[in-house]
């Protein structure tokens, strides 16, 4: 089954805890990219990859980091997590941004 | 600079009631994709349509369609006969060719009653 698979789907974590979430597709898909979503904002695009090696920042970018290192997984990571990262989180892939993504089930983020 | 606005933050309508949910865009490219997708209250995004600048046509899938007007800088999603299962949040989001960024609006919230 095409899909795009992020773990965990929830995570309770203290301040100043490095985390990573994972994420993984399986339909070879070149685009990936990682949003938040919060109340009345909508989904906010963090980081997007075009490639193995290709990312570049969305539109929050801050205090996250990604990678690329094969074509089907692109870990978000929080190296030093705060309180507003409190967030969903949705992982997305595309074969080409243009066709839309196809999402993973989201991951439900909260610093204490 | 790209933006979406989804003006209306929640709309309520009893079963089988017509509901059109407003998106309107703003981009100065002229190629440029735009797309609808549904959050049903488990959570998931689902993708619902995409149309592309050059295709102004209005799309009919079913109960949905989509008026896509480049005049007004509109793509606007009616629900003919609503159900209870349409009750979620939907959004409306563009891509254009020479920015990558994906952006989304900020989401209507459409409950259904019975």
């Known amino acids: 089954e095409a899909q795009v698979t992020q773990n965990p789907r929830y995570l309770i974590t203290v301040t100043g805890k490095k985390l990573t979430v994972t994420c993984s597709q399986n339909?070879?898909?070149?685009?990936m990219s990682w949003y938040r979503q919060d109340p009345g904002l909508g989904l906010r695009q963090i980081y997007y990859?075009?490639?193995?090696?290709?990312?570049d920042k969305g539109d929050v970018p801050e205090g996250y980091k990604v990678s690329r290192k094969e074509k089907r997984n692109f870990p978000l990571i929080l190296e030093s997590p705060s309180p507003n990262q409190t967030s969903l989180y949705f992982c997305?892939?595309?074969?080409?941004?243009?066709?839309?993504?196809?999402f993973g089930s989201g991951t439900r983020l909260t610093v204490v | 600079a790209q933006k979406v606005t989804q003006a209306q933050t929640e709309i309520s309508v009893v079963e089988k009631e017509d509901v059109t949910l407003d998106c309107v865009y703003e981009?100065?490219?002229?190629?440029?994709?735009l797309f609808w997708y549904k959050q049903p209250p488990s959570g998931e995004l689902v993708f619902l349509i995409r149309?592309?600048?050059?295709?102004?046509q209005n799309e009919i899938s079913g109960r949905y369609s989509w008026n896509f007007q480049k005049s007004t800088s509109s793509f606007n999603f009616t629900i003919t006969a609503s159900q209870v299962v349409d009750s979620a949040v939907y959004f409306c989001?563009?891509?254009?060719?020479?920015?990558?960024?994906?952006?989304f609006g900020a989401g209507t919230r459409l409950t259904v009653k019975p």
């Open positions: 997305a892939s595309s074969f080409h941004r243009v066709y839309g993504y196809t």
């Open positions: 339909m070879n898909h070149e685009y």
């Open positions: 990859s075009m490639n193995v090696e290709v990312t």
């Open positions: 981009t100065r490219d002229t190629t440029y994709y």
């Open positions: 149309r592309n600048s050059f295709d102004e």
């Open positions: 989001a563009l891509s254009a060719e020479v920015n990558n960024d994906m952006r």
